[in-house]
């Protein structure tokens, strides 16, 4: 009898295995390389070439290649190849900590609504489908114009507006769960709905979550860069969308100031997609055979 | 959907009221500065001495009312200069979102009939494209390589004013011209996501028995590819195109300042730039109301496909 009972598939794969999948895909390694590799430039890039980004260093408008500076001199005459080394910490920083904002919202809305169910479910869900009905960047526009346009409040300002597909995501994962046997064995164990929900359903949880999230930080560089164009920047750090953003009047100019920034964006969220793939395909036990 | 209209305007009532600094502020500044008195004054002429409950009663009923307050910029009721813009932004809105769809859907249709060979690996390509390009850097390289170096299209705006014709055909064409830069940055970004999705799911519905019987009946390629699997995958594209209406509007701002195109989001930006509070919060009401009535389009386009979907 026993036989023909369908066993539960574990929904957590062995950490080795994960790693396996993961480095058998070319384009999740290259993402991951050149990840890393801007991140090395971001971080330690500095220090072998230590141009002040907000230093007029030579007369402005110099093209590319020309007068020693490989990638020219922007409308105050700063070096653009040091705007984009130094822009690389705050456009990935900000990436990361409002995808992290997000997935804190997403995830703890998710949750709650996915595991309670009943009315709990009808409001959160009410409220994240209004999320996706808002247009996202008009809302963190009115954020960030309000609230002054520091680091810390454009961060917020795209986690905050970001969260509902986390949240969508993590509500299913919590509904097909909490049906599994192991969750009733873990309740029937005296565990209550905290310990349920976060020690026992999340974990199970992960992985679609952390694919989910890894994309939002490459949407969150987007959108970051796209704020900056607006005007929406700090102007205190230098980002790449700051770098464009403060350019953009002399684009039909000076074509090459809004250029290189905008590369260095698409290099960047084309990595992040190419890992969130390849993290997709290494965590997903649904694919595991293919 | 009004429910959704209520809660923008509280949460815009909320931010105003959360926000450091207030009309009277604002007001003080443009004017050079005003003393206790007068604030005190001005205050009570906009009626924030008020308490909380009230303020924001009032605030919703002049939104009801569609009165979205007065522009300190523009010294226009915000209301005429959204609807002076408005046409612009759903022109571009809907002609990107419908461009995005149908060549979406054509090129995954055609993606679909070989899932591994060119075709497949040239709308995952795009559509990791689509992902990572920001929209407006696509709008200046695109700018720049047709209107400045082919001048095919013209720079920026949406109509030309030297064109004294009265001809209505004259003036349509010379808008399109103008609309075709921007709609197809606009658009560059979904019709990616749409092939990928409407690849997807006609691989699924190419499989199934449905399928196999429309083509043992002897029905040509052409009858069993367009009316049996193609009618049967695009559920889950317009869905996610429905779901996508929020980002378009989003993706339009930032167009729209790329080629000065004057509609709504134009605006945004200016109203950022002259600190016009009370025309960026009207813009977000009005915008979540396109989104809205785009999303209720996408339903009724739903039922009309599948007569099972209930509204």
Redesign the interface.
């Known amino acids: 009898m026993l036989e023909n009972e369908e066993i539960d598939e574990p929904t957590i794969k062995p950490v080795k295995e994960i790693f396996q999948t993961f480095f058998k895909s070319y384009s999740a390694v290259t993402g991951l390389f050149i990840l890393i590799g801007i991140a090395v430039m971001g971080f330690i890039g500095p220090l072998f070439y230590p141009t002040d980004p907000f230093d007029m260093v030579w007369m402005p408008f110099s093209p590319p290649g020309a007068d020693g500076f490989l990638l020219g001199t922007d409308y105050l005459g700063r070096d653009i190849l040091s705007q984009i080394i130094n822009g690389a910490r705050v456009s990935i920083a900000i990436g990361f900590l409002a995808a992290l904002v997000s997935c804190f919202i997403g995830v703890g809305i998710g949750s709650f609504a996915g595991f309670y169910g009943g009315w709990v479910e009808e409001t959160l869900m009410r409220i994240t489908e209004?999320f996706?009905?808002?247009?996202?960047?008009?809302?963190a526009?009115?954020?960030v114009?309000?609230?002054?346009s520091s680091v810390l409040s454009i961060t917020l300002a795209i986690g905050a507006v970001s969260w509902a597909s986390v949240a969508r995501i993590t509500r299913s994962e919590f509904l097909r769960i909490k049906e599994l046997d192991f969750v009733l064995a873990s309740r029937s164990s005296g565990s209550n709905n905290m310990a349920l929900i976060f020690r026992v359903i999340l974990p199970n949880a992960a992985a679609p979550i952390i694919v989910q999230s890894a994309l939002l930080v490459?949407a969150a560089i987007?959108f970051e860069?796209?704020l900056a164009?607006?005007?929406?920047s700090d102007p205190n750090v230098i980002s790449w969308g700051q770098v464009?953003g403060s350019n953009r009047v002399y684009?039909?100019d000076a074509?090459y100031t809004?250029?290189f920034p905008?590369i260095a964006?698409?290099?960047t969220?084309?990595a992040i997609?190419?890992v969130g793939d390849g993290l997709n395909d290494a965590l997903n036990p649904k694919l595991r055979s293919r | 959907m009004l429910l959704?209209l209520l809660?923008?305007v509280v949460l815009?009532f909320l931010?105003?009221h959360l926000?450091?600094g207030d009309i009277a502020d604002t007001i003080a500044q443009t004017m050079g500065g005003a003393d206790e008195q007068d604030m005190a004054e001005l205050r009570k002429q906009y009626g924030l001495d008020q308490p909380f409950f009230i303020q924001l009663f009032n605030y919703v009923v002049r939104v009801a009312l569609l009165d979205f307050g007065h522009s300190h910029f523009y010294n226009l009721p915000v209301f005429d200069l959204i609807m002076e813009r408005f046409p612009a932004t759903l022109l571009l809105v809907f002609s990107a979102q419908i461009l995005s769809l149908f060549v979406g859907i054509l090129l995954g249709v055609y993606a679909a009939q070989n899932p591994n060979g060119l075709s497949s690996l040239f709308v995952n390509m795009f559509s990791?494209f689509g992902?990572?390009?920001?929209?407006?850097?696509t709008g200046?390289?695109l700018?720049?390589a047709f209107s400045?170096h082919i001048p095919i299209f013209p720079?920026s705006g949406m109509r030309d004013i030297t064109i004294e014709s009265s001809n209505f055909f004259v003036h349509f064409f010379d808008v399109l011209r103008h609309l075709f830069l921007p709609m197809i940055t606009l658009a560059s970004i979904f019709f990616a996501y749409y092939s990928r999705l409407c690849r997807a799911s006609m691989l699924e519905v190419l499989g199934a028995d449905f399928v196999r019987t429309a083509k043992a009946k002897g029905l040509s390629k052409k009858d069993v590819l367009l009316k049996h699997a193609l009618k049967n995958s695009l559920s889950p594209v317009i869905t996610f195109a429905g779901?996508s209406?929020?980002?378009v509007?989003?993706?339009a701002?930032?167009v729209e300042?790329v080629y000065s195109w004057p509609g709504l989001g134009t605006l945004?930006?200016n109203s950022?730039?002259s600190?016009d509070?009370p025309v960026?919060?009207g813009?977000?009401i009005f915008?979540?109301l396109m989104?809205?009535v785009g999303?209720l389009l996408t339903d009724l386009t739903l039922k009309a496909l599948d007569p099972r979907i209930k509204i």
């Open positions: 209004f996706q009905v808002l247009p996202t960047l008009l809302f526009m009115v954020i114009a309000l609230f002054g490459g987007t860069a796209g164009f607006l005007g929406l464009i684009i039909l074509t809004v250029t905008g964006i698409f290099i969220v084309l997609s190419l | 959704v809660v923008v815009n931010m105003l926000a450091p990791l992902y990572a390009a920001p929209v407006f850097w200046i390289l700018l720049i400045l720079v779901l209406f929020s980002a509007v989003s993706g701002i930032l300042t945004a930006f950022i730039i600190r509070t960026l919060l813009i977000l915008s979540t989104v809205t999303n």
